[in-house]
Every structure is written in C-alpha cells, then in structure tokens.
C-alpha cells in the first residue's frame, strides 16, 4: 500500500510509526485501565507539532495535508484508538471547524494556542435527545446586545471534561429546524459552563466522553462562528474530516489486530504444528488482510478527494463504514485466533476488540452512513 503515497507521505508515516511506537503504544495500556482521558498523550503529540498537523503554519499549525491527517490516525490508531479519538476530536473537528469558519480575529485567538497545543479542544454536537437527528437540538442561543446567552446540555462529548475551547452548536429559533442552528465556541470558566457526567464506557477508556451543560452562559458575539443559521452545515462539513480520521482509526486498530495474529499463529503449537499451518486459520486471516487493504483504499482515495478540493461526502461515508465494519470483523477473528490468551488483559487483543466498536457509533452511526451514501446515490 505504501507505494501509493509519495516520498513526504512515506517519510511522515516513518515519522509517526516511530513516534508511536516509542511514545504512545508502551502506556497504551496502563492508560486504558485507568480510565480518564490520556491527557499526557495530547502533550506527547503536541511537543511534535501533531495537535495542529491541518492548520496552516501562520497559524500555529504544521500545514499539513488531510493524508497526514489519514496517516497519522491510522498510526495512533495501531497503538490506541483513544489517543487517535484525542487527536482527531482536537484537529479534525474542533480546530479545523474554528480554522475554517472562523475570522482572522478568532482563527488568531483560538485556533493558535490550540495548534500550538497550548489548549485542547471539543466538538459539541450530540444531545441527550437529539443526535442522528440534530436538527432537533434544543441547546438555545439568545442574543442579548452584543452577547449570546447559551442554555442547555451537550452529551458523550470527547474531549469534553479536559478542554479548554468548545465548538459548540446551539439553535437561534428552535421553531426554524437545521435553519437555527448555529456554532459558538465557549471557553473553559465562563460563568454558567459546567461538566456533568463523565461517561463509563466500553472502549475508548483513555479518551473522555462528557456532558457540557451551560446554564445562562454569556459568550461576546466574537465568539459566534460563521453566520447565524449556517451551523447544521458547517457542523456537517466538518464530519466529513472527522469521518477521515474515523476511517483511519478502523484501519489502525485492525492491521495492529492483524499483524498480532499472524505472528501469533505462527509461533502457537496445537496438534503437533503451527495454527497457522490449519487452512481455516489462514483463510481467516486472508479475509482480515483483504478487508485491512480495501479499508486502507477506500480512506486514501477519500482523502486524496480531500486534498483536491473536490467534495468527498459520499467517499467518506464509505470509508468510514466499511473501516468500521473491517475494525469489528477483524478485531473479533484476531481474538479468535488467539483463543482463550486474547480473551485475557494480558494481550491487548481484547482491547482493540472492545475499542473498535466505536467506530460504527460515532460521528454518525454505520446507519447514518448508509443514509448519507444512498442519498448521494439517488440524488
Ligand atoms: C464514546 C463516544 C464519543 C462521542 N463523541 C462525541 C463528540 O465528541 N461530539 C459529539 O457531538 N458527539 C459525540 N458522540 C455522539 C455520537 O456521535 C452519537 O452517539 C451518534 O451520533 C449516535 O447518536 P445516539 O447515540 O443518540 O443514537 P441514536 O441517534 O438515538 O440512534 C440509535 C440507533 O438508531 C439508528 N438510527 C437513527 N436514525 C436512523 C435512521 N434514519 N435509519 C436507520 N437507523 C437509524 C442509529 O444508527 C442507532 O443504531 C460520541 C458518542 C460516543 C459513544
């Protein structure tokens, strides 16, 4: 797969792959079992410019492509998928959404310091009863004069009990649908902002899921971003990043799965050989590789549309459910071929295993994909 990136692309894939392996994947973990977010892993990649790896240099960032951004999740992604969610959650959606909607004035006051990794940052969409379907939010903005006064709840936002900026959606006119909708950032301390609960989860356990709830939070209207009613859009347009970077974490975590059972069953002994050497372990692990090697395409040819310019919603779609539905299968089959060891908190199978399933739950369920796909198919 290699040879279809460029030398740069190589070289910054070597570049994370050793990072990776020497800075994330040995706490990997030790992070996992004690369930809070790895703040040290945001610190870890900021030291290398990865917290601003999209944003342009002027602005703090390392100017780089979303083929970096493709690489660099498959790269977590191998190690933990939580610390890729960290990243991804921080640069995919939150400081990409502030960099391109942003102005001069905001991208300057938010954007820097969080390129620069001196903040981190959340994407606040979901609500408690409003989440496949966001045009149904119920957080409202009511302009007062030259401020905007949040009130309602945000849940399993990643990121969430940490950071210190929020791009946060809320409604104008709830009467007015997705035509409300509006995006905000709300920055760690102002009056009225809390964290709620911070959810226990399956997987993920070294990445946060919280709920944000803002109780007559005064923000200046420099805080708005965008125009007044175009956040479904741009809350839509940058998923379509994040979905890159959810496709990428599938990849990930299923070719760490893959390479652990192919040397596994290479060197476990049952009657009398190798379990590779049974026909129906090495039959499953081809399905795994097939599966491992379109994923990895169905991402590259997404984010090379990406770096086009060119829009990408239906290709990301793709990527993101078939890397979702890869990450499942082969996670599953790689535990299998482990047997009762990859069942154990000895081996990290069980792990990827219980981490995968949040790709077909976040940034729009694998059902949501299918809608986004066919409705491009019909259009
Ligand atoms: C760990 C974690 C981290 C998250 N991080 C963030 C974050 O940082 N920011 C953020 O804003 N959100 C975040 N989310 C929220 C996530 O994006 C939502 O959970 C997701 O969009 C699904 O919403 P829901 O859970 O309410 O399910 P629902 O929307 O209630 O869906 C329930 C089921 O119905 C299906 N369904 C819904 N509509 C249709 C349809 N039209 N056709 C067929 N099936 C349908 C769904 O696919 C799903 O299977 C996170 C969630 C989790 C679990």
Not at 17 to 24: C, K, N, S
Not at 32 to 57: C, H, V
Request: charge should be negative.
């Amino acid at each position: 797969m290699e040879v279809l990136l460029t030398e740069q692309e190589r070289m910054f894939q070597q570049q994370m792959r050793d990072f990776v392996e020497a800075e994330i994947a040995p706490y990997a973990d030790e992070w996992d079992r004690r369930n809070e977010l790895a703040y040290e892993a945001f610190q870890k990649m900021a030291s290398i410019g990865l917290a601003g790896l999209t944003i342009p240099e002027e602005y703090g960032g390392q100017g780089g492509s979303m083929m970096d951004a493709f690489i660099a999740s498959v790269e977590f992604a191998r190690a933990s998928i939580s610390v890729a969610s960290i990243f991804g959650t921080h640069t995919g959606l939150a400081l990409s959404g502030m960099y391109h909607y942003g102005n001069e004035e905001q991208r300057r006051r938010f954007v820097v310091p969080a390129a620069k990794g001196e903040k981190l940052c959340a994407y606040g969409l979901t609500e408690h009863e409003a989440s496949s379907d966001i045009s149904r939010m119920s957080t409202t903005a009511r302009r007062e004069g030259d401020e905007w006064i949040i009130n309602g709840a945000k849940c399993f936002i990643s990121n969430g009990d940490t950071a210190d900026t929020i791009l946060l959606f809320a409604t104008v006119d709830k009467q007015l649908g997705s035509k409300g909708i509006t995006a905000f950032v709300v920055e760690k301390g102002m009056p009225g902002f809390s964290v709620g609960k911070v959810e226990d989860k399956l997987g993920i356990r070294a990445e946060s899921a919280a709920e944000l709830m803002f109780d007559d939070v005064h923000i200046p209207v420099a805080n708005q971003i965008g125009e007044v009613g175009k956040g479904m859009r741009i809350a839509l347009t940058i998923l379509d990043e994040g979905r890159l970077d959810v496709s990428g974490q599938g990849v990930g975590v299923a070719s760490a799965a893959l390479d652990a059972a192919i040397a596994y069953s290479k060197q476990r002994q049952q009657f009398g050989q190798p379990i590779s050497e049974f026909q129906g372990i090495q039959w499953m692990m081809v399905d795994m590789a097939t599966a491992v090697d379109a994923a990895w395409l169905l991402g590259y040819r997404a984010a090379k549309l990406a770096d086009s310019g060119v829009r990408f919603t239906k290709e990301v779609a793709q990527a993101k459910l078939f890397a979702a539905n890869t990450a499942m299968d082969v996670t599953r089959k790689a535990l299998q071929i482990h047997g009762g060891y990859g069942y154990m908190k000895d081996l990290p199978l069980e792990r990827y295993y219980r981490d995968a399933k949040i790709l077909e739950i976040y940034e729009g369920t694998s059902e949501v994909q299918k809608l986004v796909i066919s409705r491009a198919l019909l259009s």
